[in-house]
C-alpha cells in the first residue's frame, strides 16, 4: 500500500509538472491573423541570414532549445482554428484543430517574429506539453525578459519572414544521427507527417526550412534541420541543399 501511495504521488507531482505552464514576457496570444501574410514556401531564411540570426539565439542562450525558421504556412486555417502537434522522436504529426479545444493542452512551438518598429513574438501554432518543452518555454522567457532580444533579432532579419521554433524530440534525434527532418502533408493540406531520412535521402526539390546550432554532431555554425518540398524555380540562388552540391 505505501509503494502504491508513494508511485501516485509522484505521478500526480509529473503530472502537476508538465500542466503548470511557463509565463514568457510579451508574449503576443494566438490568433489565425499571426499567420497573415506568409507564404507556402520559406525562401526568405537562406542559410546564411540563418547564421545571423542564430548568432542573436546563442547571445541569449537559445540555441539548446530553439532554431530558427523561414516562417511560412502550408494550410489555410479558418477562424479558430490551429495546426497541433504531438509526436515523438520517431515521428510528429500535425493536424488543424479547433482551438479553444486544446488551447489548454498545448504551447506555441513556431513563432513568427515581427520586424516592426516595436517587434512581436507571435505564435503560429501548439504542440503538446511535455517537461522539455517547458524546460525550453524557461529559457525563452530567460531572453524574452530582456528587450533587446526582440530588437536584435528584428534588426538582424532585415524585414525578412522569420522566426524561431522549439526544436522537437524528432529534430533532435536525426540531428543526432546525422540526417534530417521532413515534412509531408496530405492532399488537402489538413494535416502532415514529419519523419526523419538520410542525407542521400534528400532530393533536388527539397528545401531548407528550419536550421539549429550546436545539437548534432556538426560544428558548423547552423545545421539544416528541416526540409520541405519546394519547386526548384522557387529556390533562391543561395539556399543550399544538404547532402547536394551545387
Not at 52 to 58: P, S
Amino acid at each position: 500500500m505505501k509503494s502504491t501511495s508513494g508511485f501516485l504521488l509522484l505521478l500526480f507531482s509529473v503530472t502537476a509538472a508538465i500542466a503548470a505552464d511557463v509565463t514568457i514576457p510579451g508574449e503576443g496570444a494566438y490568433s489565425v491573423s499571426n499567420l497573415g501574410g506568409l507564404p507556402d514556401e520559406p525562401t526568405s531564411v537562406t542559410q546564411p541570414l540563418a547564421n545571423k540570426l542564430l548568432d542573436v539565439l546563442e547571445k541569449y542562450g537559445l540555441t539548446k532549445n530553439f532554431g530558427v525558421v523561414g516562417v511560412h504556412s502550408h494550410v489555410s486555417l479558418a477562424p479558430g482554428q490551429v495546426m497541433f502537434q504531438h509526436g515523438n522522436s520517431t515521428f510528429t504529426h500535425q493536424e488543424i484543430e479547433v482551438y479553444n479545444d486544446l488551447r489548454s493542452d498545448g504551447v506555441p512551438y513556431t513563432y513568427r517574429i515581427t520586424t516592426d518598429t516595436i517587434p512581436q513574438l507571435l505564435p503560429l501554432d501548439l504542440g503538446e506539453i511535455t517537461p522539455n518543452v517547458l524546460a525550453a518555454r524557461s529559457d525563452l522567457a530567460g531572453a524574452m525578459a530582456n528587450k533587446a532580444f526582440l530588437q536584435e533579432f528584428a534588426e538582424k532579419a532585415s524585414g525578412h519572414l522569420a522566426g524561431i521554433a522549439y526544436i522537437r524530440p524528432l529534430d533532435r534525434m536525426a540531428l543526432e544521427h546525422s540526417e534530417v527532418v521532413k515534412n509531408h502533408y496530405n492532399a488537402e493540406k489538413t494535416a502532415g507527417n514529419a519523419t526523419a531520412i538520410s542525407l542521400a535521402a534528400v532530393e533536388s526539390d527539397d528545401a531548407p526550412s528550419f536550421f539549429t546550432r550546436g545539437v548534432g554532431n556538426s560544428t558548423a555554425v547552423s545545421e539544416i534541420t528541416m526540409l520541405i518540398l519546394l519547386p526548384v524555380s522557387a529556390r533562391p540562388a543561395d539556399m543550399e541543399t544538404p547532402g547536394r552540391t551545387k
